[in-house]
């Protein structure tokens, strides 16, 4: 792959020529191709004028649609924009760009989109090489294997699964036999996956089965992303600061502002602040919730916390996210803060949605409230809410923030996925679950962004048991992590 020094400069030498070069998700776009030199011989040798740099996107229009990728042309990325700050990027912000209406066509639309966006990621692994579609597995016998999003499992008395296999040209049943590999693999709803094994039942008839002996997750390289983080300063996160509250931690979130003031060596470094929701408690999220609220006008809420933003040094760029404590739909994807509210904070806080894609430089974080968390530890053993990182892998192999429609998460039915997880993070963070939790996941840093509110009597009845305090550290050079407690 163009991990060869040769291949590396032979694709650099021949965009050079034609006066632009690629950006790093181009580079790990032609990572997954077979030929990567042809595809970049093909592109310039069109008659297309390049664009500077020359993208992901650009790269995929010269893919010939073979039978078993998507017919359907990826359209263009929405909530992409560059805020003022030259290094920062966000994509996958659905601020302005929403087009949910709550019709029954919505529903289709966004389920279409899903199941393309994930078929394009499937569709990269060597395990759909020879995939067929419904139509066309429902007119053989033996072996197949298919791209399919999985509708309704019900599990018979035997412990066998029955499952409903949905693609755009038709339905199939399907069987998980409790004895086969694919039925540990916890296959949920909606998910969409490549489902390997055979055919039941007779040709053309409307009771044909598919019996599922393994299936592949879309998933995120084992390898990870070794490219070398050309970033200059830190990153620091925190989330759910929940202001308003009677169990905010004051004392905690004024050593944390004495301590952004400082000259201390590490603050001295830091460049970005990254907030994962949940800035405010808010009014009315949960029966009684005036009981627990010191502060009990949402924009009071807010106006005191961009006066203590206000104590952040201005070299520092804030980016903050929404929760479902803020002021905003609570349907994912969220908003970003409105305008009155974003004018309660200082200059250099740059707001977005939930969830949003951060490009630092090189680096991308997706930021993610967390909402899933809870459904997916109801949903999967091996996730505890405890352990927040362990819903984030999951997500990861699903490569979608809320794979299961319906369950606690509301989800709105945009035109485009936009929890669907397209690129590979750098960083994930997540709060919402008000733990502090770093580890490391097939290259992705995976991090749950602690909270500065104590225990809740909600949590207290819950048996949950909060983090707090603490902010992330992470440092590009190395990409070493520290925990600063305050
Ligand atoms: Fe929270």
Not at 38 to 65: A, I, N, Q, Y
Not at 67 to 84: F, T
Not at 234 to 245: N, P, Q, R, V, W
Request: with cysteine.
């Amino acid at each position: 792959m163009v991990d060869s020094i040769g291949m590396r400069e032979t694709i650099l030498k021949e965009f050079a020529e034609k006066n632009t070069l690629l950006s790093p998700g181009a580079w790990e776009y032609l990572d997954s191709v077979e030929d990567p030199v042809s595809l970049v011989r093909k592109m310039v040798k069109s008659s297309k004028k390049l664009p500077f740099p020359v993208g992901r996107d650009s790269l995929e229009s010269f893919v010939e649609p073979s039978e078993n990728s998507s017919n359907e042309k990826s359209e263009k990325k929405v909530g992409s924009y560059p805020p003022a700050v030259s290094e920062i990027r966000i994509d996958l912000d659905i601020t302005g760009n929403s087009t949910c209406t709550g019709e029954l066509e919505d529903f289709t639309n966004y389920f279409l989109n899903r199941y393309h966006k994930l078929k394009t990621i499937l569709g990269k692994r060597r395990e759909a090489k020879g995939v067929m579609n419904i139509r066309s597995v429902k007119k053989r016998k033996g072996q197949a294997r298919m791209i399919t999003m999985v509708g309704d499992i019900n599990t018979s008395s035997n412990g066998n699964k029955f499952l409903t296999l949905e693609d755009p040209t038709g339905k199939m049943k399907g069987f998980i036999s409790s004895d086969s590999k694919a039925f540990n693999k916890d296959i949920l709803e909606d998910e969409v996956v490549i489902a390997i094994g055979h055919v039941w039942g007779k040709k053309d008839k409307f009771d044909t089965t598919f019996s599922i002996e393994d299936i592949i997750r879309p998933s995120v390289p084992r390898n990870g992303n070794n490219r070398k983080k050309e970033v200059d300063g830190k990153i620091a996160f925190i989330g759910d600061i929940h202001i308003g509250s009677t169990t905010f931690l004051k004392d905690k979130w004024e050593r944390f502002l004495s301590w952004m003031e400082s000259n201390d060596r590490t603050v001295r470094d830091i460049k970005y602040l990254i907030i994962a929701g949940d800035l405010i408690d808010g009014i009315g999220i949960y029966p009684n919730q005036e009981d627990e609220l010191e502060i009990k006008d949402v924009y009071e809420q807010y106006r005191i916390l961009g006066k203590m933003l206000e104590r952040i040094p201005d070299r520092i760029n804030i980016i903050a996210i929404p929760g479902n404590h803020d002021i905003v739909r609570n349907m994912e994807p969220q908003p970003s803060l409105p305008d009155d509210v974003q004018a309660l904070f200082p200059g250099n806080v740059i707001f977005s949605g939930n969830p949003s894609l951060i490009h630092i430089g090189d680096i991308r974080i997706l930021a993610y409230h967390g909402g899933s968390i809870n459904d997916l530890s109801d949903m999967l053993p091996q996730v505890s809410s405890d352990y927040p990182c362990s819903a984030m892998k999951e997500m990861l192999e699903r490569r979608h923030l809320v794979p299961v429609y319906g369950k606690k998460t509301p989800v709105a039915p945009e035109k485009e996925d936009l929890l669907v997880i397209e690129e590979v993070p750098d960083i994930f963070v997540t709060g919402h679950m008000h733990k502090t939790e770093v580890t490391q996941y097939h290259g992705t840093l995976l991090i749950n962004a602690s909270t500065w509110q104590d225990q809740t009597d909600y949590q207290k009845m819950r048996d949950i048991h909060p983090d707090p305090a603490k902010v992330i550290i992470y440092d590009p050079d190395g990409s070493k992590v520290d925990i600063k407690k305050c």
